[in-house]
Nanobody
Framework: QVQLAESGGGLVQAGGSLRLSCAAS????????MGWYRQAPGKQRELVATISSGGSTNYAESLKGRFTISRDNAKKTVYLQMNNLKPEDTAVYYC?????????WGQGTQVTVSS
C-alpha cells in the first residue's frame, strides 16, 4: 500500500510564506514525477508545479517566481515553498506522484491566506 502524507498547510496573512511537505511511504520501488495541485472552492483542480526524478521542474505560469518545488529522493518527499502568498492562493493543496507506474494523490492540506 502506497500513501502520500501532506503537511504544512494553515492560515497565513497575505505576503506571508508557507512550506508544504509530502512524504511517500509503503512498498515503493520507483518514484517518477511528483507534484502539487490545488483546488479552490467552486473551481477545478489546477496544476501548481511538478518535478521529475531528475529535478526538472514545471510551474503554472501565474505562480512562477513565488512558488518553488523541490524534492528529496532519499526521503521520498516533495516540498512546495510558497512566498508572498495572496488571498487567491487559498485552496486545498494536493500532492500527486507517479509511484510504481501508478498515479497517487494525497488527502489534501488546506491553505488559507487572509487579506
Amino acid at each position: 500500500q502506497v500513501q502520500l502524507a501532506e503537511s504544512g498547510g494553515g492560515l497565513v496573512q497575505a505576503g506571508g510564506s508557507l512550506r508544504l511537505s509530502c512524504a511517500a511511504s509503503g512498498s515503493i520501488f520507483n518514484i517518477n514525477r511528483m507534484g502539487w495541485y490545488r483546488q479552490a472552492p467552486g473551481k477545478q483542480r489546477e496544476l501548481v508545479a511538478t518535478i521529475s526524478s531528475g529535478g526538472s521542474t514545471n510551474y503554472a505560469e501565474s505562480l512562477k517566481g513565488r512558488f518553488t518545488i523541490s524534492r528529496d529522493n532519499a526521503k521520498k518527499t516533495v516540498y512546495l515553498q510558497m512566498n508572498n502568498l495572496k488571498p487567491e492562493d487559498t485552496a486545498v493543496y494536493y500532492c500527486n506522484a507517479l509511484i510504481n507506474f501508478y498515479d497517487y494523490w494525497g488527502q489534501g492540506t488546506q491553505v488559507t491566506v487572509s487579506s
